[in-house]
């Protein structure tokens, strides 16, 4: 009898364990195996331009949120490409060959994702593109791949109408000489990226449309950089001394570099510079009285979504399920006008 219950136990036991090893195998199978850790690779175009090093730095507070609230550890390799595509492709070719769960890329030539994106596409290793936005084209070419940043449009009217609405308050705290027009600069970025061209556009057209009489004096190129900007605004201030009223850039960085033209020169015309981005030194030039306005991304949004939609396609979850996309694949993040008090 003994011998008959143990018996027994023992083919209960078995079949248990073959149930057990069955189910794991099936959810195996499916891509459901139970991930405790995801490896994500950040490719940064230029690790050293202050937007970008904002949003690296969230993105590490943001990897280390996800873990504390899942429970599952998220390694981050973050890469620089210093503005080298080809540096940056051996630095997604290396990372797919290593087996990383997904790719969280800051392109540095936008309209050259499809080399990156067939190796990945090869490999199954999923790509979410951020702040330089891969053309079309090259996001449809597989559902594994998503974009993450700011609608360059709507930058530019928050911009546009922190300017108009100081103009309609006292027309004469913008138009500096009363002569009925606006003298303005242009400060814009890389040619190439999609945020320029846009914003330029937008921010101008908002202005008009607010009933701002606008004439351009000058504009140039300075690649969202300080230092380039800087030069720009000295060389203007000497070629149109006394004329500026109004400095549009297309980021925060440009116009502090407008900013340090101005104090260099000891210009003492209360020029008005705005900017957009809302960086920690944008927003301290604000507070300073040196800016007259910015349109401030949210960066801890923005790190977010890009850590959620990267290790929901690393645990081979549906990104959809965990953050509102816009045409299935895109997220806009919020964006606020912040004005000099
Ligand atoms: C930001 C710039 C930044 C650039 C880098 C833009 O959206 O406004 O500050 O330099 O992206 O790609």
Sequence with gaps: MKKKIWLLCAAL????????IWIGKGREESGEKEKHAIRLGILLYRGDDTFI??????????????????GIKVVLNIEDAKENQNTQNSQAERMISLGYDALCVNLV???MASVMIDKAMVADVPIVFFNREPVEEDLNLWEKLYYVGVSAKESAVLQGEIVVEAYRKNPLSIDLNGDGKVNYVLLEGETSHQDSLIRT?????????????????????ANWERSQASAFMEQWLEEFPGQI?????????????????????????????????????????????????????DRTEYAEAIITIAAALALGEEPKEKIG?????????????????
Aim: proline share 2%; charged share 20%; with cysteine.
């Design 13 to 20: 036991l078995a079949g248990l364990a073959a149930v057990w």
């Design 245 to 297: 009223e109004l400095v549009i850039s297309n980021n925060d960085d440009m116009a502090l570099g407008a900013v340090d033209a101005v104090q260099r020169l000891q210009i003492t015309d209360p020029i008005h510079i705005v900017g957009i981005d809302g960086t920690p030194q944008g927003i301290s030039a604000l507070e300073r009285g040196s800016l007259l306005g910015t349109v401030q991304c």
């Design 109 to 111: 030539d936008r309209s």
């Design 201 to 221: 556009e937008w921010s101008v057209q908002t202005l008009m449309d607010g009933g701002v009489p606008l004439e351009k004096l000058t504009g140039g190129i």
């Design 325 to 341: 996309l816009e045409d299935k694949i895109y997220y806009w993040v919020g964006q606020k006008a912040m004005f000099c008090k």
């Design 53 to 70: 090093s904002n949003v690296r730095q969230a993105l590490e507070e943001q990897a280390k949120a996800y873990e504390q609230e899942t």
